[in-house]
């Protein structure tokens, strides 16, 4: 699935195109006659300082422990179904997709497969890791500043050391909620284009990849 090629229009508009060329006439309704159309659609651009790293510069940039935003994909039924969502999609069966912004983490390069296998950076929308249904025992905290805040008062399972990331500059502080799940992994191709976040601290990068390994 594609992502938007045209912005949002002007604050108000109710219009524009999928990067499919679907005209898109108000929210939440567009011209059929395509199996994929828009639903309750937001066409923001990116930060331009989104970009996609040259493939001679891949090892420098994709190492274990940089920290960094690209837009993921992922079906209904999730917290990417939240209002704060990049864009939608939803398919004549029912089926939907939301795309969001998210802070990675590079556990694993891949340089020669050009791909990353990677954790994501998450609040769980202010919940950190006391959400329903999570296992706070393979969640830990991420933090900036030299100081870990503290944790929430329901997070009496959550007990792994919190991981300290050093930001690129001040507009990448981290939410004092942000949480990683250590179990799951995922692989981010290097062809995507993507946002320098900051590193992990050097002095937590070792114990951060054995935590992974310890909750796969």
């Not at 025992?137 to 300290?164: R, Y």
């Not at 992994?185 to 946002?195: D, G, I, L, R, Y």
Request: charged share 25%; with cysteine.
């Amino acid at each position: 699935m594609q992502l938007p090629l045209v912005p949002q229009g002007p604050s108000g508009s109710k219009y524009g195109y999928t990067s499919a060329g679907i005209q898109v006439d108000e929210i939440g309704s567009v011209y059929r006659g395509d199996p994929i159309y828009a639903v309750d659609v937001r066409f923001d651009r990116l930060d331009p300082l989104f970009k996609k790293m040259l493939k001679e510069a891949e090892w420098q940039f994709f190492i274990p422990g940089r920290v960094f935003a690209t837009l993921l994909w992922q079906s209904g039924g999730s917290e990417f179904a939240e209002g704060n969502s990049f864009i939608r999609y939803g398919s004549e069966d029912g089926e939907r997709a939301y795309a969001k912004v998210y802070r990675c983490i590079v556990i694993t390069a891949r340089t020669a497969q050009h791909y990353s296998k990677c954790i994501r950076i998450s609040t769980y929308s202010g919940q950190g890791a006391t959400k329903k249904g999570l296992n706070q025992k393979s969640h830990c905290m991420l933090f900036t500043g030299d100081v870990a805040p503290p944790k929430l008062s329901n997070e009496t399972k959550m007990n792994k050391e919190p991981i300290q990331m050093i930001p690129v500059d001040q507009t990448e502080k981290l939410d004092p909620k942000s949480r990683v799940d250590l179990a799951k992994t995922f692989p981010v191709e290097h062809n995507v284009k993507v946002k320098n976040v900051g590193m992990i601290s050097s002095h937590h990068l070792k114990r951060l990849v054995q935590y992974v390994k310890e909750c796969q």
